[in-house]
């Protein structure tokens, strides 16, 4: 997040070759990536955070479209925030390709290739993609499908 803190050691994330029986998933074809966590200190102090836990288990905030509370856990808020945003950047966002355009989408924006325990499914009312990304952020490089 920044230069003095907090101190990260280890990344978690739940892989990137598994996609299942479907031979096109992005997974399967080493595009993907599904981060589930992190562990670090902060001001000396040793922390774990994962994202079904710290996130994905948290009650809906009524009226926010994120229900990470930043005055309950400033670390998880700030750090899942953060990685939400380096994906938006970094990886597909709004569109595959040339289709990506500028500005990326926020939490809160319906759709997208960012999925994470507060998407918002487009389009509605199945909640399929969010309820199967309770336990961590999905980004990917490249097509869905080929």
């Known amino acids: 997040m920044k230069a003095i803190g907090p101190d990260v050691t280890v990344i978690r994330h739940m892989g990137i070759g598994h996609g299942g029986d479907d031979p096109t998933d992005c997974h ?3 595009r ?3 981060f589930s966590g992190i562990d670090g200190s902060s001001s000396g102090m040793p922390f774990k955070r994962k994202i079904q836990e710290d ?3 948290k009650p809906v ?3 926010t479209p994120l229900r990470l509370d930043p005055t309950k856990d400033s670390l998880a808020h700030d750090f899942f925030r953060t990685v939400f945003s380096f994906a938006t950047l970094e990886c597909e966002c709004n569109g595959i390709g040339p289709a990506n355009k500028w500005p990326p989408k926020e939490i809160g924006d319906k759709g997208g290739y960012v ?5 918002i499914d487009h ?3 199945a909640q399929q993609l969010r309820r199967d990304h309770q336990n961590h952020i999905h980004m990917q490089v490249g097509p869905t499908h080929q």
């Open 28 to 30: 399967n074809h080493g």
């Open 123 to 125: 389009p509605p009312p």
């Open 32 to 34: 993907a990536l599904d």
């Open 61 to 63: 905030i009524s009226g």
């Open 115 to 119: 999925l994470h325990p507060d998407y």
């Open 55 to 57: 996130w994905g288990n």
